[in-house]
């Protein structure tokens, strides 16, 4: 099994940034894929970005320029750097981790964007 734990989450001001932080724990040598999601009230849970053991990444063409995904394996860590938040982008974030035997979930962070 894997153990996720995010933080960093907090209340910005439009315009303003955050850095995410989650550490991996457990059988993080069956991590394939790193990944943040996002859910804001009322909405599904959604993608925001991933990354791999190699450190491909990929994020979602709203967050693209803003957001930036990065890992530190060393620190079994994965974050993510958000820049130019804007209201919209209010949700609790959740760490995934995927695996061959399923994929793993943090317990959440929470921000919140507003002036």
């Given at each position: 099994?894997?153990?996720?734990?995010?933080?960093?989450?907090?209340?910005?001001?439009?315009?303003?940034?955050?850095?995410?932080s989650?550490?991996?724990?457990?059988?993080?040598?069956?991590?394939?894929?790193?990944?943040?999601?996002?859910?804001?009230?009322?909405?599904?849970?959604?993608?925001?970005?991933?990354?791999?053991?190699?450190?491909?990444?990929?994020?979602?063409?709203?967050?693209?320029?803003r957001?930036?995904?990065?890992?530190?394996?060393?620190?079994?860590?994965?974050?993510?750097?958000?820049?130019?938040?804007?209201?919209?982008?209010?949700?609790?974030y959740?760490?995934?981790?995927?695996t061959?035997?399923?994929?793993?979930?943090?317990?959440?962070?929470?921000?919140?964007?507003?002036?």
């Amino acid at each position: 099994q894997v153990q996720l734990v995010e933080s960093g989450g907090g209340l910005v001001q439009p315009g303003g940034s955050l850095r995410l932080s989650c550490i991996a724990s457990g059988n993080i040598l069956s991590i394939n894929i790193l990944a943040w999601y996002r859910q804001a009230p009322g909405k599904q849970r959604s993608l925001v970005a991933t990354i791999t053991s190699r450190g491909i990444t990929n994020c979602a063409d709203s967050v693209k320029g803003r957001f930036t995904i990065s890992r530190d394996n060393a620190q079994n860590t994965v974050y993510l750097q958000m820049n130019s938040l804007k209201p919209e982008d209010t949700a609790v974030y959740y760490c995934s981790a995927y695996t061959v035997t399923g994929t793993y979930w943090g317990q959440g962070t929470q921000v919140t964007v507003s002036s």
